[in-house]
């Protein structure tokens, strides 16, 4: 007597991907619509699979360009932009030989996937910095200086000093580590990606706390960005501790 759908579904479900390999070759001549579709399913499955690797093997272009590099360092910030919050860089040294599936730009991923990622990437990396530059410091000495600072920071926090830096971008002052600025490095590089989902899962959960002391703002939501309702309140209350002063002229 032959399986049920639902128990061929159980065992395709519990499978590993080798096993699920068998599973085709087993129920191959099977022609009932609920098997041929489930083999279907799991076959699309694999296709998709096998393009992240693809896709994770081109962003780790300039990882094995520089191979011979001991320790290669991604940096990425989060932040440059909202009228709110601090500038938040990220460092990650990612193992040479172990390959992290779905990084890319934070800015492209789902907050569940950046999470996910975030726990991956903190679990699995040789070593993580974070850098963190507050709006008064912003203030004091413009956005872009506090980049640098913040990811000098990052680095500062790392445990292993790299031998390579990959930035997204920018060539960062004062650091006497070797550089390798690559536009828009966050969806090229697995290091830079990894960096700014470090970056922008932090900078997000420091707004979510900063909404809980500061109500009204939006903050949970807009991450301190210029969202209609941020502005509105910006209008009737005025600034908090943690606006960007020199950032929101236009507003108050």
Do not use: W
């Not at 693809?54 to 780790?60: F, G, H, P, T, Y």
């Not at 004062?174 to 697995?190: L, N, Y």
């Not at 009204?216 to 209008?235: C, E, P, R």
């Amino acid at each position: 007597m032959s399986k049920s759908i639902r128990e061929i579904k159980e065992e395709f479900e519990k499978a590993d991907r080798e096993k699920v390999s068998l599973l085709y070759e087993q129920y191959a001549k099977d022609n009932r619509n609920g098997v041929i579709n489930l083999i279907a399913k799991y076959k699309k499955r694999e296709e998709k699979f096998q393009e992240e690797i693809k896709r994770i093997e081109k962003m780790s272009f300039y990882e094995r360009e520089n191979y011979a590099e001991k320790y290669i360092c991604g940096i990425d910030e989060v932040g440059r932009g909202p009228l709110a919050g601090p500038v938040v860089a990220g460092a990650v040294i990612l193992p040479k030989d172990e390959m992290i599936l779905y990084l890319n730009d934070s800015k492209k991923l789902s907050e569940k996937k950046r999470e996910e990622l975030y726990d991956v990437i903190m679990e699995k990396a040789i070593a993580t910095g974070i850098g963190i530059v507050s709006p008064a410091r912003i203030d004091e000495i413009n956005i872009l200086q506090a980049t640098y600072e913040a990811m000098r920071i990052a680095i500062c926090h790392l445990k292993i000093k790299p031998t390579l830096l990959l930035n997204d971008a920018v060539t960062i002052p004062e650091v006497d580590i070797p550089q390798i600025p690559i536009v828009k490095g966050d969806g090229k590089s697995v290091s830079i990606a990894a960096a700014s989902i470090i970056a922008k899962v932090t900078r997000d959960r420091l707004m979510k706390e900063y909404d809980k002391v500061i109500p009204g703002y939006d903050f949970a939501s807009n991450k301190g960005y210029g969202s209609a309702t941020h502005i509105q309140a910006l209008k009737e209350n005025g600034a908090t501790p943690i606006h960007r002063k020199t950032f929101i002229t236009n507003f108050i």
